[in-house]
Nanobody, 120 residues
Framework: QVQLIESGGGLVQAGGSLRLSCAAS????????MAWFRQAPGKEREFVAK????????SYRDSVKGRFTISRDNEKNTVYLQMNNLKPEDTAVYYC?????????????WGQGTQVTVSS
């Protein structure tokens, strides 16, 4: 069982930056692929980025490519999402997720989410 706790959300102006963190505990958390998803009000949850166990492979949704960077520190059992040049449409609750399979269609473990609000 993996427990995930997100932090780093907040209110930022358009063009600004935030870095989200996701601390994992329980089991061998460094053996999991990690991902970030987000859900805006009235919309379905959507994939944002993912990273494999070693950090050698990453993937992003098209709308965040070049602006967001996912990374991980396995010694600290933490995954990060650096978000630059934020836009109002990035406003959402951001969730961290973990799964043993990088290509899993549905990640198994989820955090409680952290709110990101981008003002125009």
């Amino acid at each position: 069982q993996v427990q995930l706790i997100e932090s780093g959300g907040g209110l930022v102006q358009a063009g600004g930056s935030l870095r989200l963190s996701c601390a994992a505990s329980g089991g061998t958390s460094s053996s999991y692929a990690m991902a970030w998803f987000r859900q805006a009000p009235g919309k379905e949850r959507e994939f944002v980025a993912k990273i494999n166990i070693s950090g050698s492979h990453t993937s992003y949704r098209d709308s965040v490519k070049g602006r967001f960077t996912i990374s991980r520190d396995n010694e600290k059992n933490t995954v990060y999402l650096q978000m630059n040049n934020l836009k109002p449409e990035d406003t959402a609750v951001y969730y961290c997720a973990a799964d043993r399979q990088y290509y899993s269609p549905q990640y198994t473990y989820w955090g409680q989410g952290t709110q990101v609000t981008v003002s125009s």
